[in-house]
């Protein structure tokens, strides 16, 4: 998958949610700035470029791998809830469906 506008934008709340981890000189200042820009894909990858010294399409590679490890990490999470509910026995069918 390559990201694109539509697809960052999209994913805008879980990529702001790991920047910090994935790029520790970026600041809640930088993610405001991308929060209020009009291409929050373009704000980011400038403020990479000025950051870290990449160039453009350098940034947009370490997005769009930042974003598909986001994505197999979300997946494989969700594999795992669904194999335990799976496994995990009713402890009583009869109440299904009541609260």
């Given at each position: ?49 000025v ?25 494989n999470?969700?594999?795992s ?19």
């Open positions: 998958m390559k990201v694109n506008k539509d697809i960052f934008e999209a994913k805008w709340e879980q990529i702001r949610s790991q920047t910090k981890v994935w790029w520790s000189l970026l600041t809640e200042d930088d993610l405001n700035k991308v929060e209020k820009a009009p291409n929050k894909f373009d704000k980011y990858t400038m403020i990479l470029r950051k870290y010294g990449y160039t453009r399409e350098r940034a947009r590679e370490e997005i769009n791998t930042r974003i598909m490890e986001l994505d197999a990490l979300l997946f999470n969700f594999r809830q669904e194999k335990q509910m799976e496994a995990a026995p009713l402890e009583n069918p009869g109440q299904l469906g009541e609260r």
